[in-house]
C-alpha cells in the first residue's frame, strides 16, 4: 500500500487540471515545455539539415527563415524562460523554504493556463505558414514587409508574458511572506535567492516586452508610425523596447541555472558552499546590471558611438558577479569529497560552457571586435553555449538531481551519465565550429554558404545530431523509472536541503508540521553559527 | 505602526470622489491648454499634468499612501526601472555625434 503524497492524492483528468498544488503544477510545466522543448529541436534539426551542404537544397530561404524564427521563439519564450522556474522553482521553493504551497495557488494555476495559451497562439502561427522575421521581430521589416503571420505570434509572445510576470510575483511573495520560523534570508538555499532575483527581472522587464510587441501589432494593422521610417516612426527605437527585456530575459534563462548549480555543487562535494553570501548577492547584481547593457546588441545599428562606449563598459561591469559565482564554485569543488553523479557532470558541464559563452560574450562587448563579428555564427555559438551549454545544462542537471525527489522513483545512474557525457560532446561538437566558421566571416541566417565553410558545417551538423540523442535519452529512463525505477529514499544523494527531509514523492501539504529551522539549510559542516548554539 | 495588523485602510468614500474629481480637472485642463501653442513647454505641461494624475492614482487609488515601507520600495523600482529605460535610451539618441566616426 502506498502513502498518500501529491501523486496518488486525487486521479482523473480535472484533479491535474483544477489542481492547485503547486507540485502538480510544476509537473503540468514539465509536459507542456518539454513538448516546446523537441518542437523547438524539429526546427533546429531543420535548420542544420540545410546547412550540411552550402547550397540551398533542403528549404527555400523563405522556409528557412521561418525555421531559425519558430526556433528562436519556441525556444527562448516556451522552454527556456519558463523551464527552470516554472517547473523546479515551483516544485522546490515552498518546500525549501518550508511552506505548504506558493503564496497564490489559484494564481500558479492560471500563469499555467496563459502559458498553454500562448503556446496555442504560436502554434498557429507555426501551423498556419509561420513566421519569418528572426525571433527578434525586428522593425520595420516584421511591421511593414513580412509577408508571414507576425501578429500571431507577436500575440502568442505577449500572452506567455503575463505567465512569466505572474510567476515572478508568485515567487517573490511567497519568498517575503512564507518562510518558516527561523529561516532567515542568509539561511535560505541559494536556489531561493536565484530565483529571487530571476523573479525581480521578470516583473521588471516584461511589461517592456509586451507592450513592444504590442506596438508592432498596432503599428502593422494600424499603421501607426512608432518604429517605421517611412510613417515617421524609428527602427532603432524597437531595438532599444526589445533589448531592454531581452537582454535580461538572458539572465531569466541564466539566472535559475545558476541557483541549480550552486545546490548541485554543494551537494556533490559534500561542502558548504565557498562564500555564501557573495553568490546570494551576486544573483542579484546581475538581475539589476543586466538592465543596463542592452545597448550590446545594437553597436552596428546605428547607435551613437558615446552609448555604445556606455554599454561596452557597463557589459564588462556584469561579467564579474558572473565570475564571482564560477570562482566560488570551484572553490566549493576544491578538496570536497567529490561523487560524480550524473547531476554533477552536468554541473562540470555548466561551469566550463558557461565560462566560455560567458568570456567570448566579453569579445562581442568589445566595439571594435564586434563589428567584425556582429550578426556572424560566432555570436550564435556565443549564445548557444550561455543558453545551451549553461541554462539547458542547469535545467537537466536539476531534473535529474530533483527527479528521485519528484517522482518518488530512481532513474537508471549508467544511462543518465552516458546521457550526459552525450550531450557535452555533442553540444560542444555543435557549437565550437561555429566560433570558428563565425571568425572566419560567416554570416548567420543564411541558407547558403561558400564551400570553404562546408567542413565547419558539417562537424555542426553531426554534432547536433549527437546532441539529440543525448536529450532523447533522458525521455526513455526518466519514463521508464516512473514505471519501472526501485523507490526512492527521502534523501537519495545524502544532500542537505529541507526538500530532503520530506519523503519522495512529497505529500500534498509537503510538511505534516512546520519545519523550525535553526542553521542555514545546507549545513555540511558545523559553522560557527552552529558551534555557538 | 498599526502593530501586527497589516490590515486594508478603508479611506473616506469622500476622498476617493475627491480624487476623482481632480482626476477629471486634470483631464480638462490638458483639453484647454491643447488650444494653446506653448511653444518648448507643450510637452512640459502635458506630462506635468499627466505624471500628477498617475501619481495621485498611484497613491490613494492603488493605496500605496496606506502601504508598508516594502510596498513603497516596489512602487519606487518601478518608476526607477522606467528612468533606467528612458535614461539609457536618451543616452544614445542625445549624443549622436558627440563621438567622431561610426560604429556600422
Known amino acids: ?533 | 505602526m498599526s502593530g501586527h495588523h497589516v490590515s486594508h485602510h478603508v479611506a473616506p468614500k469622500s476622498l476617493y470622489y475627491l480624487i476623482f474629481a481632480l482626476l477629471m480637472i486634470g483631464t480638462a485642463v490638458t483639453v484647454i491648454v491643447a488650444y494653446f501653442d506653448l511653444g518648448a513647454f507643450n510637452n512640459v505641461v502635458m506630462l506635468t499634468i499627466a505624471c500628477t494624475k498617475a501619481l495621485l492614482v498611484v497613491l490613494y487609488f492603488m493605496h500605496v499612501r496606506w502601504g508598508t515601507r516594502l510596498t513603497w520600495v516596489v512602487a519606487a523600482s518601478g518608476f526607477v526601472w522606467l528612468l533606467i529605460m528612458f535614461g539609457f535610451t536618451l543616452s544614445d539618441y542625445l549624443t549622436r555625434g558627440w563621438v567622431g566616426g561610426t560604429l556600422r
Open chain 1, 1 to 533: 500500500m502506498d502513502t498518500l503524497n501529491y501523486i496518488n492524492n486525487g486521479h482523473g483528468l480535472a484533479s491535474w487540471l483544477l489542481t492547485k498544488d503547486h507540485k502538480r503544477i510544476a509537473l503540468l510545466y514539465l509536459v507542456s515545455i518539454t513538448f516546446f522543448f523537441f518542437l523547438g529541436g524539429l526546427f533546429a534539426f531543420m535548420i542544420r539539415l540545410e546547412l550540411l551542404t552550402p547550397a540551398g537544397d533542403v528549404l527555400t530561404a523563405e522556409n528557412y527563415n521561418k525555421m531559425f524564427t519558430m526556433h528562436g521563439v519556441v525556444m527562448v519564450f516556451f522552454f527556456l524562460i519558463p523551464s527552470i522556474p516554472a517547473v523546479l522553482g515551483n516544485f522546490l521553493i515552498p518546500i525549501m523554504i518550508g511552506a505548504k504551497d506558493l503564496a497564490f495557488p489559484r494564481l500558479n494555476l492560471i500563469s499555467w493556463y496563459i502559458y498553454v495559451l500562448g503556446g496555442i497562439f504560436t502554434l498557429v502561427a507555426a501551423l498556419s505558414g509561420g513566421v519569418d522575421t528572426g525571433w527578434t521581430f525586428y522593425t520595420p521589416y516584421s511591421t511593414a514587409a513580412a509577408n508571414s503571420h507576425v501578429i500571431t505570434a507577436a500575440l502568442g509572445v505577449f500572452i506567455t508574458g503575463f505567465s512569466s510576470i505572474l510567476t515572478g510575483l508568485n515567487f517573490i511573495v511567497t519568498i517575503h511572506r512564507m518562510r518558516a520560523p527561523g529561516l532567515t534570508w542568509f539561511r535560505l538555499p541559494l536556489f531561493v535567492w536565484a530565483h529571487y532575483a530571476t523573479s525581480l527581472v521578470m516583473i521588471l522587464g516584461t511589461p517592456v516586452i509586451a507592450i513592444t510587441v504590442l506596438l508592432v501589432a498596432a503599428e502593422r494593422v494600424l499603421h501607426m508610425g512608432i518604429f517605421d521610417p517611412a510613417l515617421g516612426g524609428d527602427p532603432v527605437l524597437f531595438q532599444h523596447l526589445f533589448w531592454f527585456y531581452s537582454h535580461p530575459a538572458v539572465y531569466i534563462m541564466i539566472l535559475p541555472a545558476m541557483g541549480v548549480i550552486s545546490e548541485i555543487v554543494q551537494a556533490f562535494a559534500r561542502k558548504n558552499v565557498f562564500g555564501y553570501s557573495f553568490i546570494a548577492f551576486s544573483s542579484l547584481a546581475i538581475a539589476i546590471i543586466g538592465f543596463l547593457v542592452w545597448g550590446h546588441h545594437i553597436f552596428v545599428a546605428g547607435q551613437s558611438v558615446y552609448a555604445g562606449m556606455l554599454f561596452s563598459i557597463i557589459s564588462y561591469i556584469v561579467a564579474v558577479p558572473s565570475a564571482i559565482k564560477v570562482f566560488n564554485w570551484t572553490a566549493t569543488i576544491y578538496r570536497g569529497s567529490i561523487s560524480l553523479d550524473s547531476p554533477m557532470l552536468y554541473a562540470f558541464g555548466f561551469l566550463g560552457l558557461f565560462t566560455i559563452g560567458g568570456l567570448t560574450g566579453l569579445f562581442l562587448a568589445a566595439m571594435g571586435l564586434d563589428i567584425h563579428m556582429h550578426d556572424t555564427y560566432f555570436v550564435v555559438a556565443h549564445f548557444h553555449y550561455i543558453m545551451v551549454g549553461g541554462a539547458i545544462m542547469g535545467y537537466l542537471g536539476g531534473l535529474h538531481y530533483w527527479w528521485p525527489k519528484i517522482t518518488g522513483k530512481l532513474y537508471s545512474e549508467p544511462a543518465a551519465k552516458l546521457a550526459a557525457g552525450l550531450v557535452f560532446i555533442g553540444f560542444n561538437l555543435t557549437f565550437f565550429p561555429q566560433f570558428l566558421v563565425g571568425y572566419l566571416g560567416m554570416p548567420r541566417r543564411y541558407h547558403m554558404y561558400p564551400p570553404e565553410f562546408q567542413v565547419f558545417n558539417v562537424m555542426s551538423t553531426l554534432g547536433a545530431t549527437i546532441l539529440s540523442v543525448g536529450y532523447l535519452l533522458p525521455m526513455f529512463y526518466f519514463v521508464h523509472s516512473i514505471f519501472r525505477g526501485k523507490p526512492s529514499p527521502a534523501d537519495p544523494w545524502g544532500a542537505k536541503g529541507l526538500e530532503w527531509e520530506v519523503p519522495s514523492p512529497p505529500p500534498t501539504e509537503n510538511f505534516a508540521v512546520t519545519p523550525i529551522v535553526t542553521h542555514g539549510t545546507h549545513q555540511y559542516a558545523p559553522s560557527k553559527e552552529v558551534g555557538v548554539v
